[in-house]
């Protein structure tokens, strides 16, 4: 459950003060997959990052499991950002010259397991998310786009995280691809509960999640989707 409470980020840019997040509050249950939509500059990528614990709030809080991050002193939020979030950005943020795996073991090195159980763990995430084996020791730069943000969701499962923030994961990549990214989130919400926050500009992916949200100069308004059980089920 993530309870965040008018959450406020404003930066000076010059002799003005803009404010991408402005007084935002949602509540999210465990396993939602929810999306947030909204224009370039308006503010998407600040609020995840206050979400991921990459930056912090003006003014306002988040909590996670009834814990606040406003309280967490630094060492406790580092731990937040390894253990119970995994980030995926459009950007990938991969290691461009570690193979596939190495890239995917890296958080999994963070949290103290053992190499062998890493590697094991590792091959076994690049196969859910349809890796082919014999890429799996390719180089990340050797990989295409779709490639690489499949590695990046598999890092991203690593540590099993209980919330997975992904900025437009599938901005960069073709529809047929962006459509299994999609499908490999929305399985995931739905096999380990994990909570899914994704920005994104792409509408079939917005159509798709539990909840939508539209940020419009740092507000932020929910809008009404079909549930995806109701169309589901729905006759064809
Ligand atoms: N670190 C920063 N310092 C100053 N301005 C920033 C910073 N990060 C973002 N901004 C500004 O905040 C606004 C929202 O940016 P962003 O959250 O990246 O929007 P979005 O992801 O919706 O495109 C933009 O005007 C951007 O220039
Ligand atoms: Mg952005």
């Given at each position: ?5 008018n ?24 396993g939602?997959?929810a ?21 912090k ?6 909590a ?13 939020l ?8 995994g ?8 290691i461009p ?34 890796l ?32 997975i ?8 990549l ?7 990214i999609?499908e ?13 926050l ?24 929910e809008?009404p ?7 589901a089920a729905?006759?064809v």
């Open positions: 459950m993530i309870e965040v409470k959450l406020v980020r404003t930066f000076n840019s010059g002799d003005r003060t803009i404010k991408p997040v402005n007084d935002v509050s949602f509540e999210l249950e465990q939602t997959l999306s947030i939509v909204g224009k370039s500059g308006s503010g998407k990528s600040t609020l995840l990052s206050l979400l991921g614990a990459l930056d709030p003006t003014s306002g809080d988040v996670v499991n009834g814990v606040s991050l406003a309280s967490m002193p630094d060492a406790k580092t731990q937040y950002r390894r253990r119970d979030i980030f995926v950005f459009q950007q990938f943020n991969l010259n570690l193979s596939a795996v190495d890239n995917v073991m890296l958080p999994m090195e963070f949290a103290g397991m053992r190499k062998a159980a890493r590697l094991q763990r590792a091959k076994e995430l690049l196969e859910q998310v349809q082919v084996p014999e890429k799996h020791d390719r180089r990340i730069n050797r990989l295409s786009g779709g490639e690489q943000q499949r590695v990046a969701i598999a890092r991203a499962l690593a540590n099993e995280p209980k919330l923030l992904a900025d437009e994961p599938t901005g960069n073709d529809e047929q691809t962006g459509d299994h999609i490999l989130l929305s399985a995931l919400c739905r096999d380990h509960n994990t909570t899914i994704v920005v994104t500009h792409d509408r079939a992916l917005a159509n798709k999640t539990d909840r939508r949200f539209r940020l419009q100069q740092g507000r932020l308004t809008e989707v079909r549930n995806r059980a109701t169309a729905a006759p």
